[in-house]
């Protein structure tokens, strides 16, 4: 069974700091996937990447996936409010278009 | 954004008492799922379908049944409620079996077993 490991587990930011979170596997991924849950709702979709070394960009969000496709990385750019939520990686698990997730990063960003 | 709903948003039940959750959708994506979400341990796969009839069972079904009867309503319901089933369930839908597209989430439904 695949491990989705998320870290940190909890951070606690300023306004206009930067950060980065972790998302390692303990299987190569297949189709990694970043979502991010704000309170009462369900996760949002935020990037899918697939290729070992790819860099995507979504505004102040980077997200980075390692050349053995074995761990990725978010790094959000001068934090706002606007980001707090908490951010899930996510691979499929074997057929079917199952996602297994990791257990998340829950991020606040204060004023 | 993507229709799909899940009833109801909010629930309290007895232990021992049948529930049944509802997910639907307006987006007639053939792939749907049910997810429960604890602190601690994540989001667990419940049950999934790929279409109309066709279901299966994911890494914690054990006291949970599902059905789909038609492709935009997909029905998760547990037999005899215990405490331990207290969570937050998330239905979600998908269009692509690659998982390209990703997965679009209902916004919860929380279930307290008393």
């Known amino acids: 069974t695949q491990l989705l490991e998320q870290s940190p587990q909890f951070l606690s930011i300023q306004e206009g700091e930067n950060l980065t979170v972790y998302c390692n596997s303990s299987?190569?991924?297949?189709?990694l996937q970043w979502y991010r849950q704000e309170p009462g709702e369900g996760p949002v979709l935020l990037v899918t990447v697939v290729t070992g070394g790819e860099v995507k960009k979504l505004k102040r969000l980077t997200f980075q996936f390692g050349d053995a496709r074995k761990d990725s990385s978010l790094h959000i750019t001068a934090a706002q409010p606007g980001d707090t939520g908490l951010y899930l990686c996510?691979?499929?698990?074997?057929?079917?278009?199952?996602?297994?997730f990791g257990t998340g990063t829950q991020l606040k960003v204060e004023l | 954004d993507a229709g799909i709903t899940q009833s109801p948003r909010h629930k309290v039940t007895e232990t021992g008492t049948p529930v049944t959750l509802r997910c639907h959708q307006t987006e007639n994506h053939r792939y749907m799922y049910w997810y429960r979400q604890d602190p601690g341990h994540g989001l667990r796969l419940i049950h999934y379908s790929y279409g109309v009839k066709d279901t299966d069972k994911g890494e914690v079904s054990d006291g949970y049944s599902v059905s789909r009867s038609k492709t935009e309503d997909f029905l998760l319901t547990l037999e005899s409620a215990t405490s331990s089933q207290t969570s937050v369930y998330f239905c979600a839908i998908s269009e692509s079996i690659t998982g390209t597209y990703g997965y679009t989430f209902g916004s919860g439904t929380r279930l307290t077993v008393v």
């Open positions: 299987s190569v991924f297949s189709s």
């Open positions: 996510a691979d499929l698990t074997g057929g079917g278009n199952k996602l297994t």
